[in-house]
């Protein structure tokens, strides 16, 4: 068995919709695009790459999204009409559309995209805002001490 029904848990929780999509496209997804191949690294203690493969694919023919906490990564070659007649007789080089889908955490913003040797790089940040970092309280004494007087009624 190598599929989950999680139809059951649709029924009994609330607020739990977007883990549960999440666990459907990754049990899914993954199987049905091996194309094309990537990495996923820690570039910094808040900063990470994504790096595609994309042999043969120019900066025109790829488009880069981020939209609701998803990254989107699409090619697709525009045929490219010469002069004078060409015939391919073995064609090895992948060169088919694709799209590619990446869940990013919250917070996470796309800071840059490079294309070079055939290798597609898109830069990520993960910026947490002021008001959801932690930060210190100063235990601080009142030496002088507050008295709080009460007037009689």
């Known amino acids: 068995m190598r599929t989950f ?4 848990l649709y029924r009994s929780t609330v607020g739990f919709d977007r883990l549960f999509s999440l666990l459907d496209s990754a049990a899914g997804n993954e199987a049905a695009q091996p194309y094309p191949p990537y990495n996923i690294e820690r570039t910094g203690q808040n900063a990470y790459r994504v790096t595609l493969a994309v042999a043969g694919f120019g900066e025109g023919d790829l488009e880069i999204q981020s939209k609701e906490n998803v990254l989107t990564v699409k090619g697709e070659k525009k045929e490219e009409k010469q002069e004078g007649e060409r015939e391919v007789l073995y064609r090895g080089i992948a060169a088919r559309a694709f799209e590619r889908r990446f869940q990013l955490a919250d917070h996470v913003e796309v ?34 001490g507050k008295q709080i007087d009460a007037k009689a009624a």
Request: aromatic fraction near 0%.
């Open 5 to 8: 029904d999680l139809s059951p």
């Open 111 to 144: 800071t840059g995209a490079s294309l070079e040797n055939g290798l597609l790089h898109i830069d990520l940040v993960r910026e947490i805002p002021e008001a959801m970092k932690p930060r210190k309280i100063v235990i601080g004494s009142n030496s002088q």
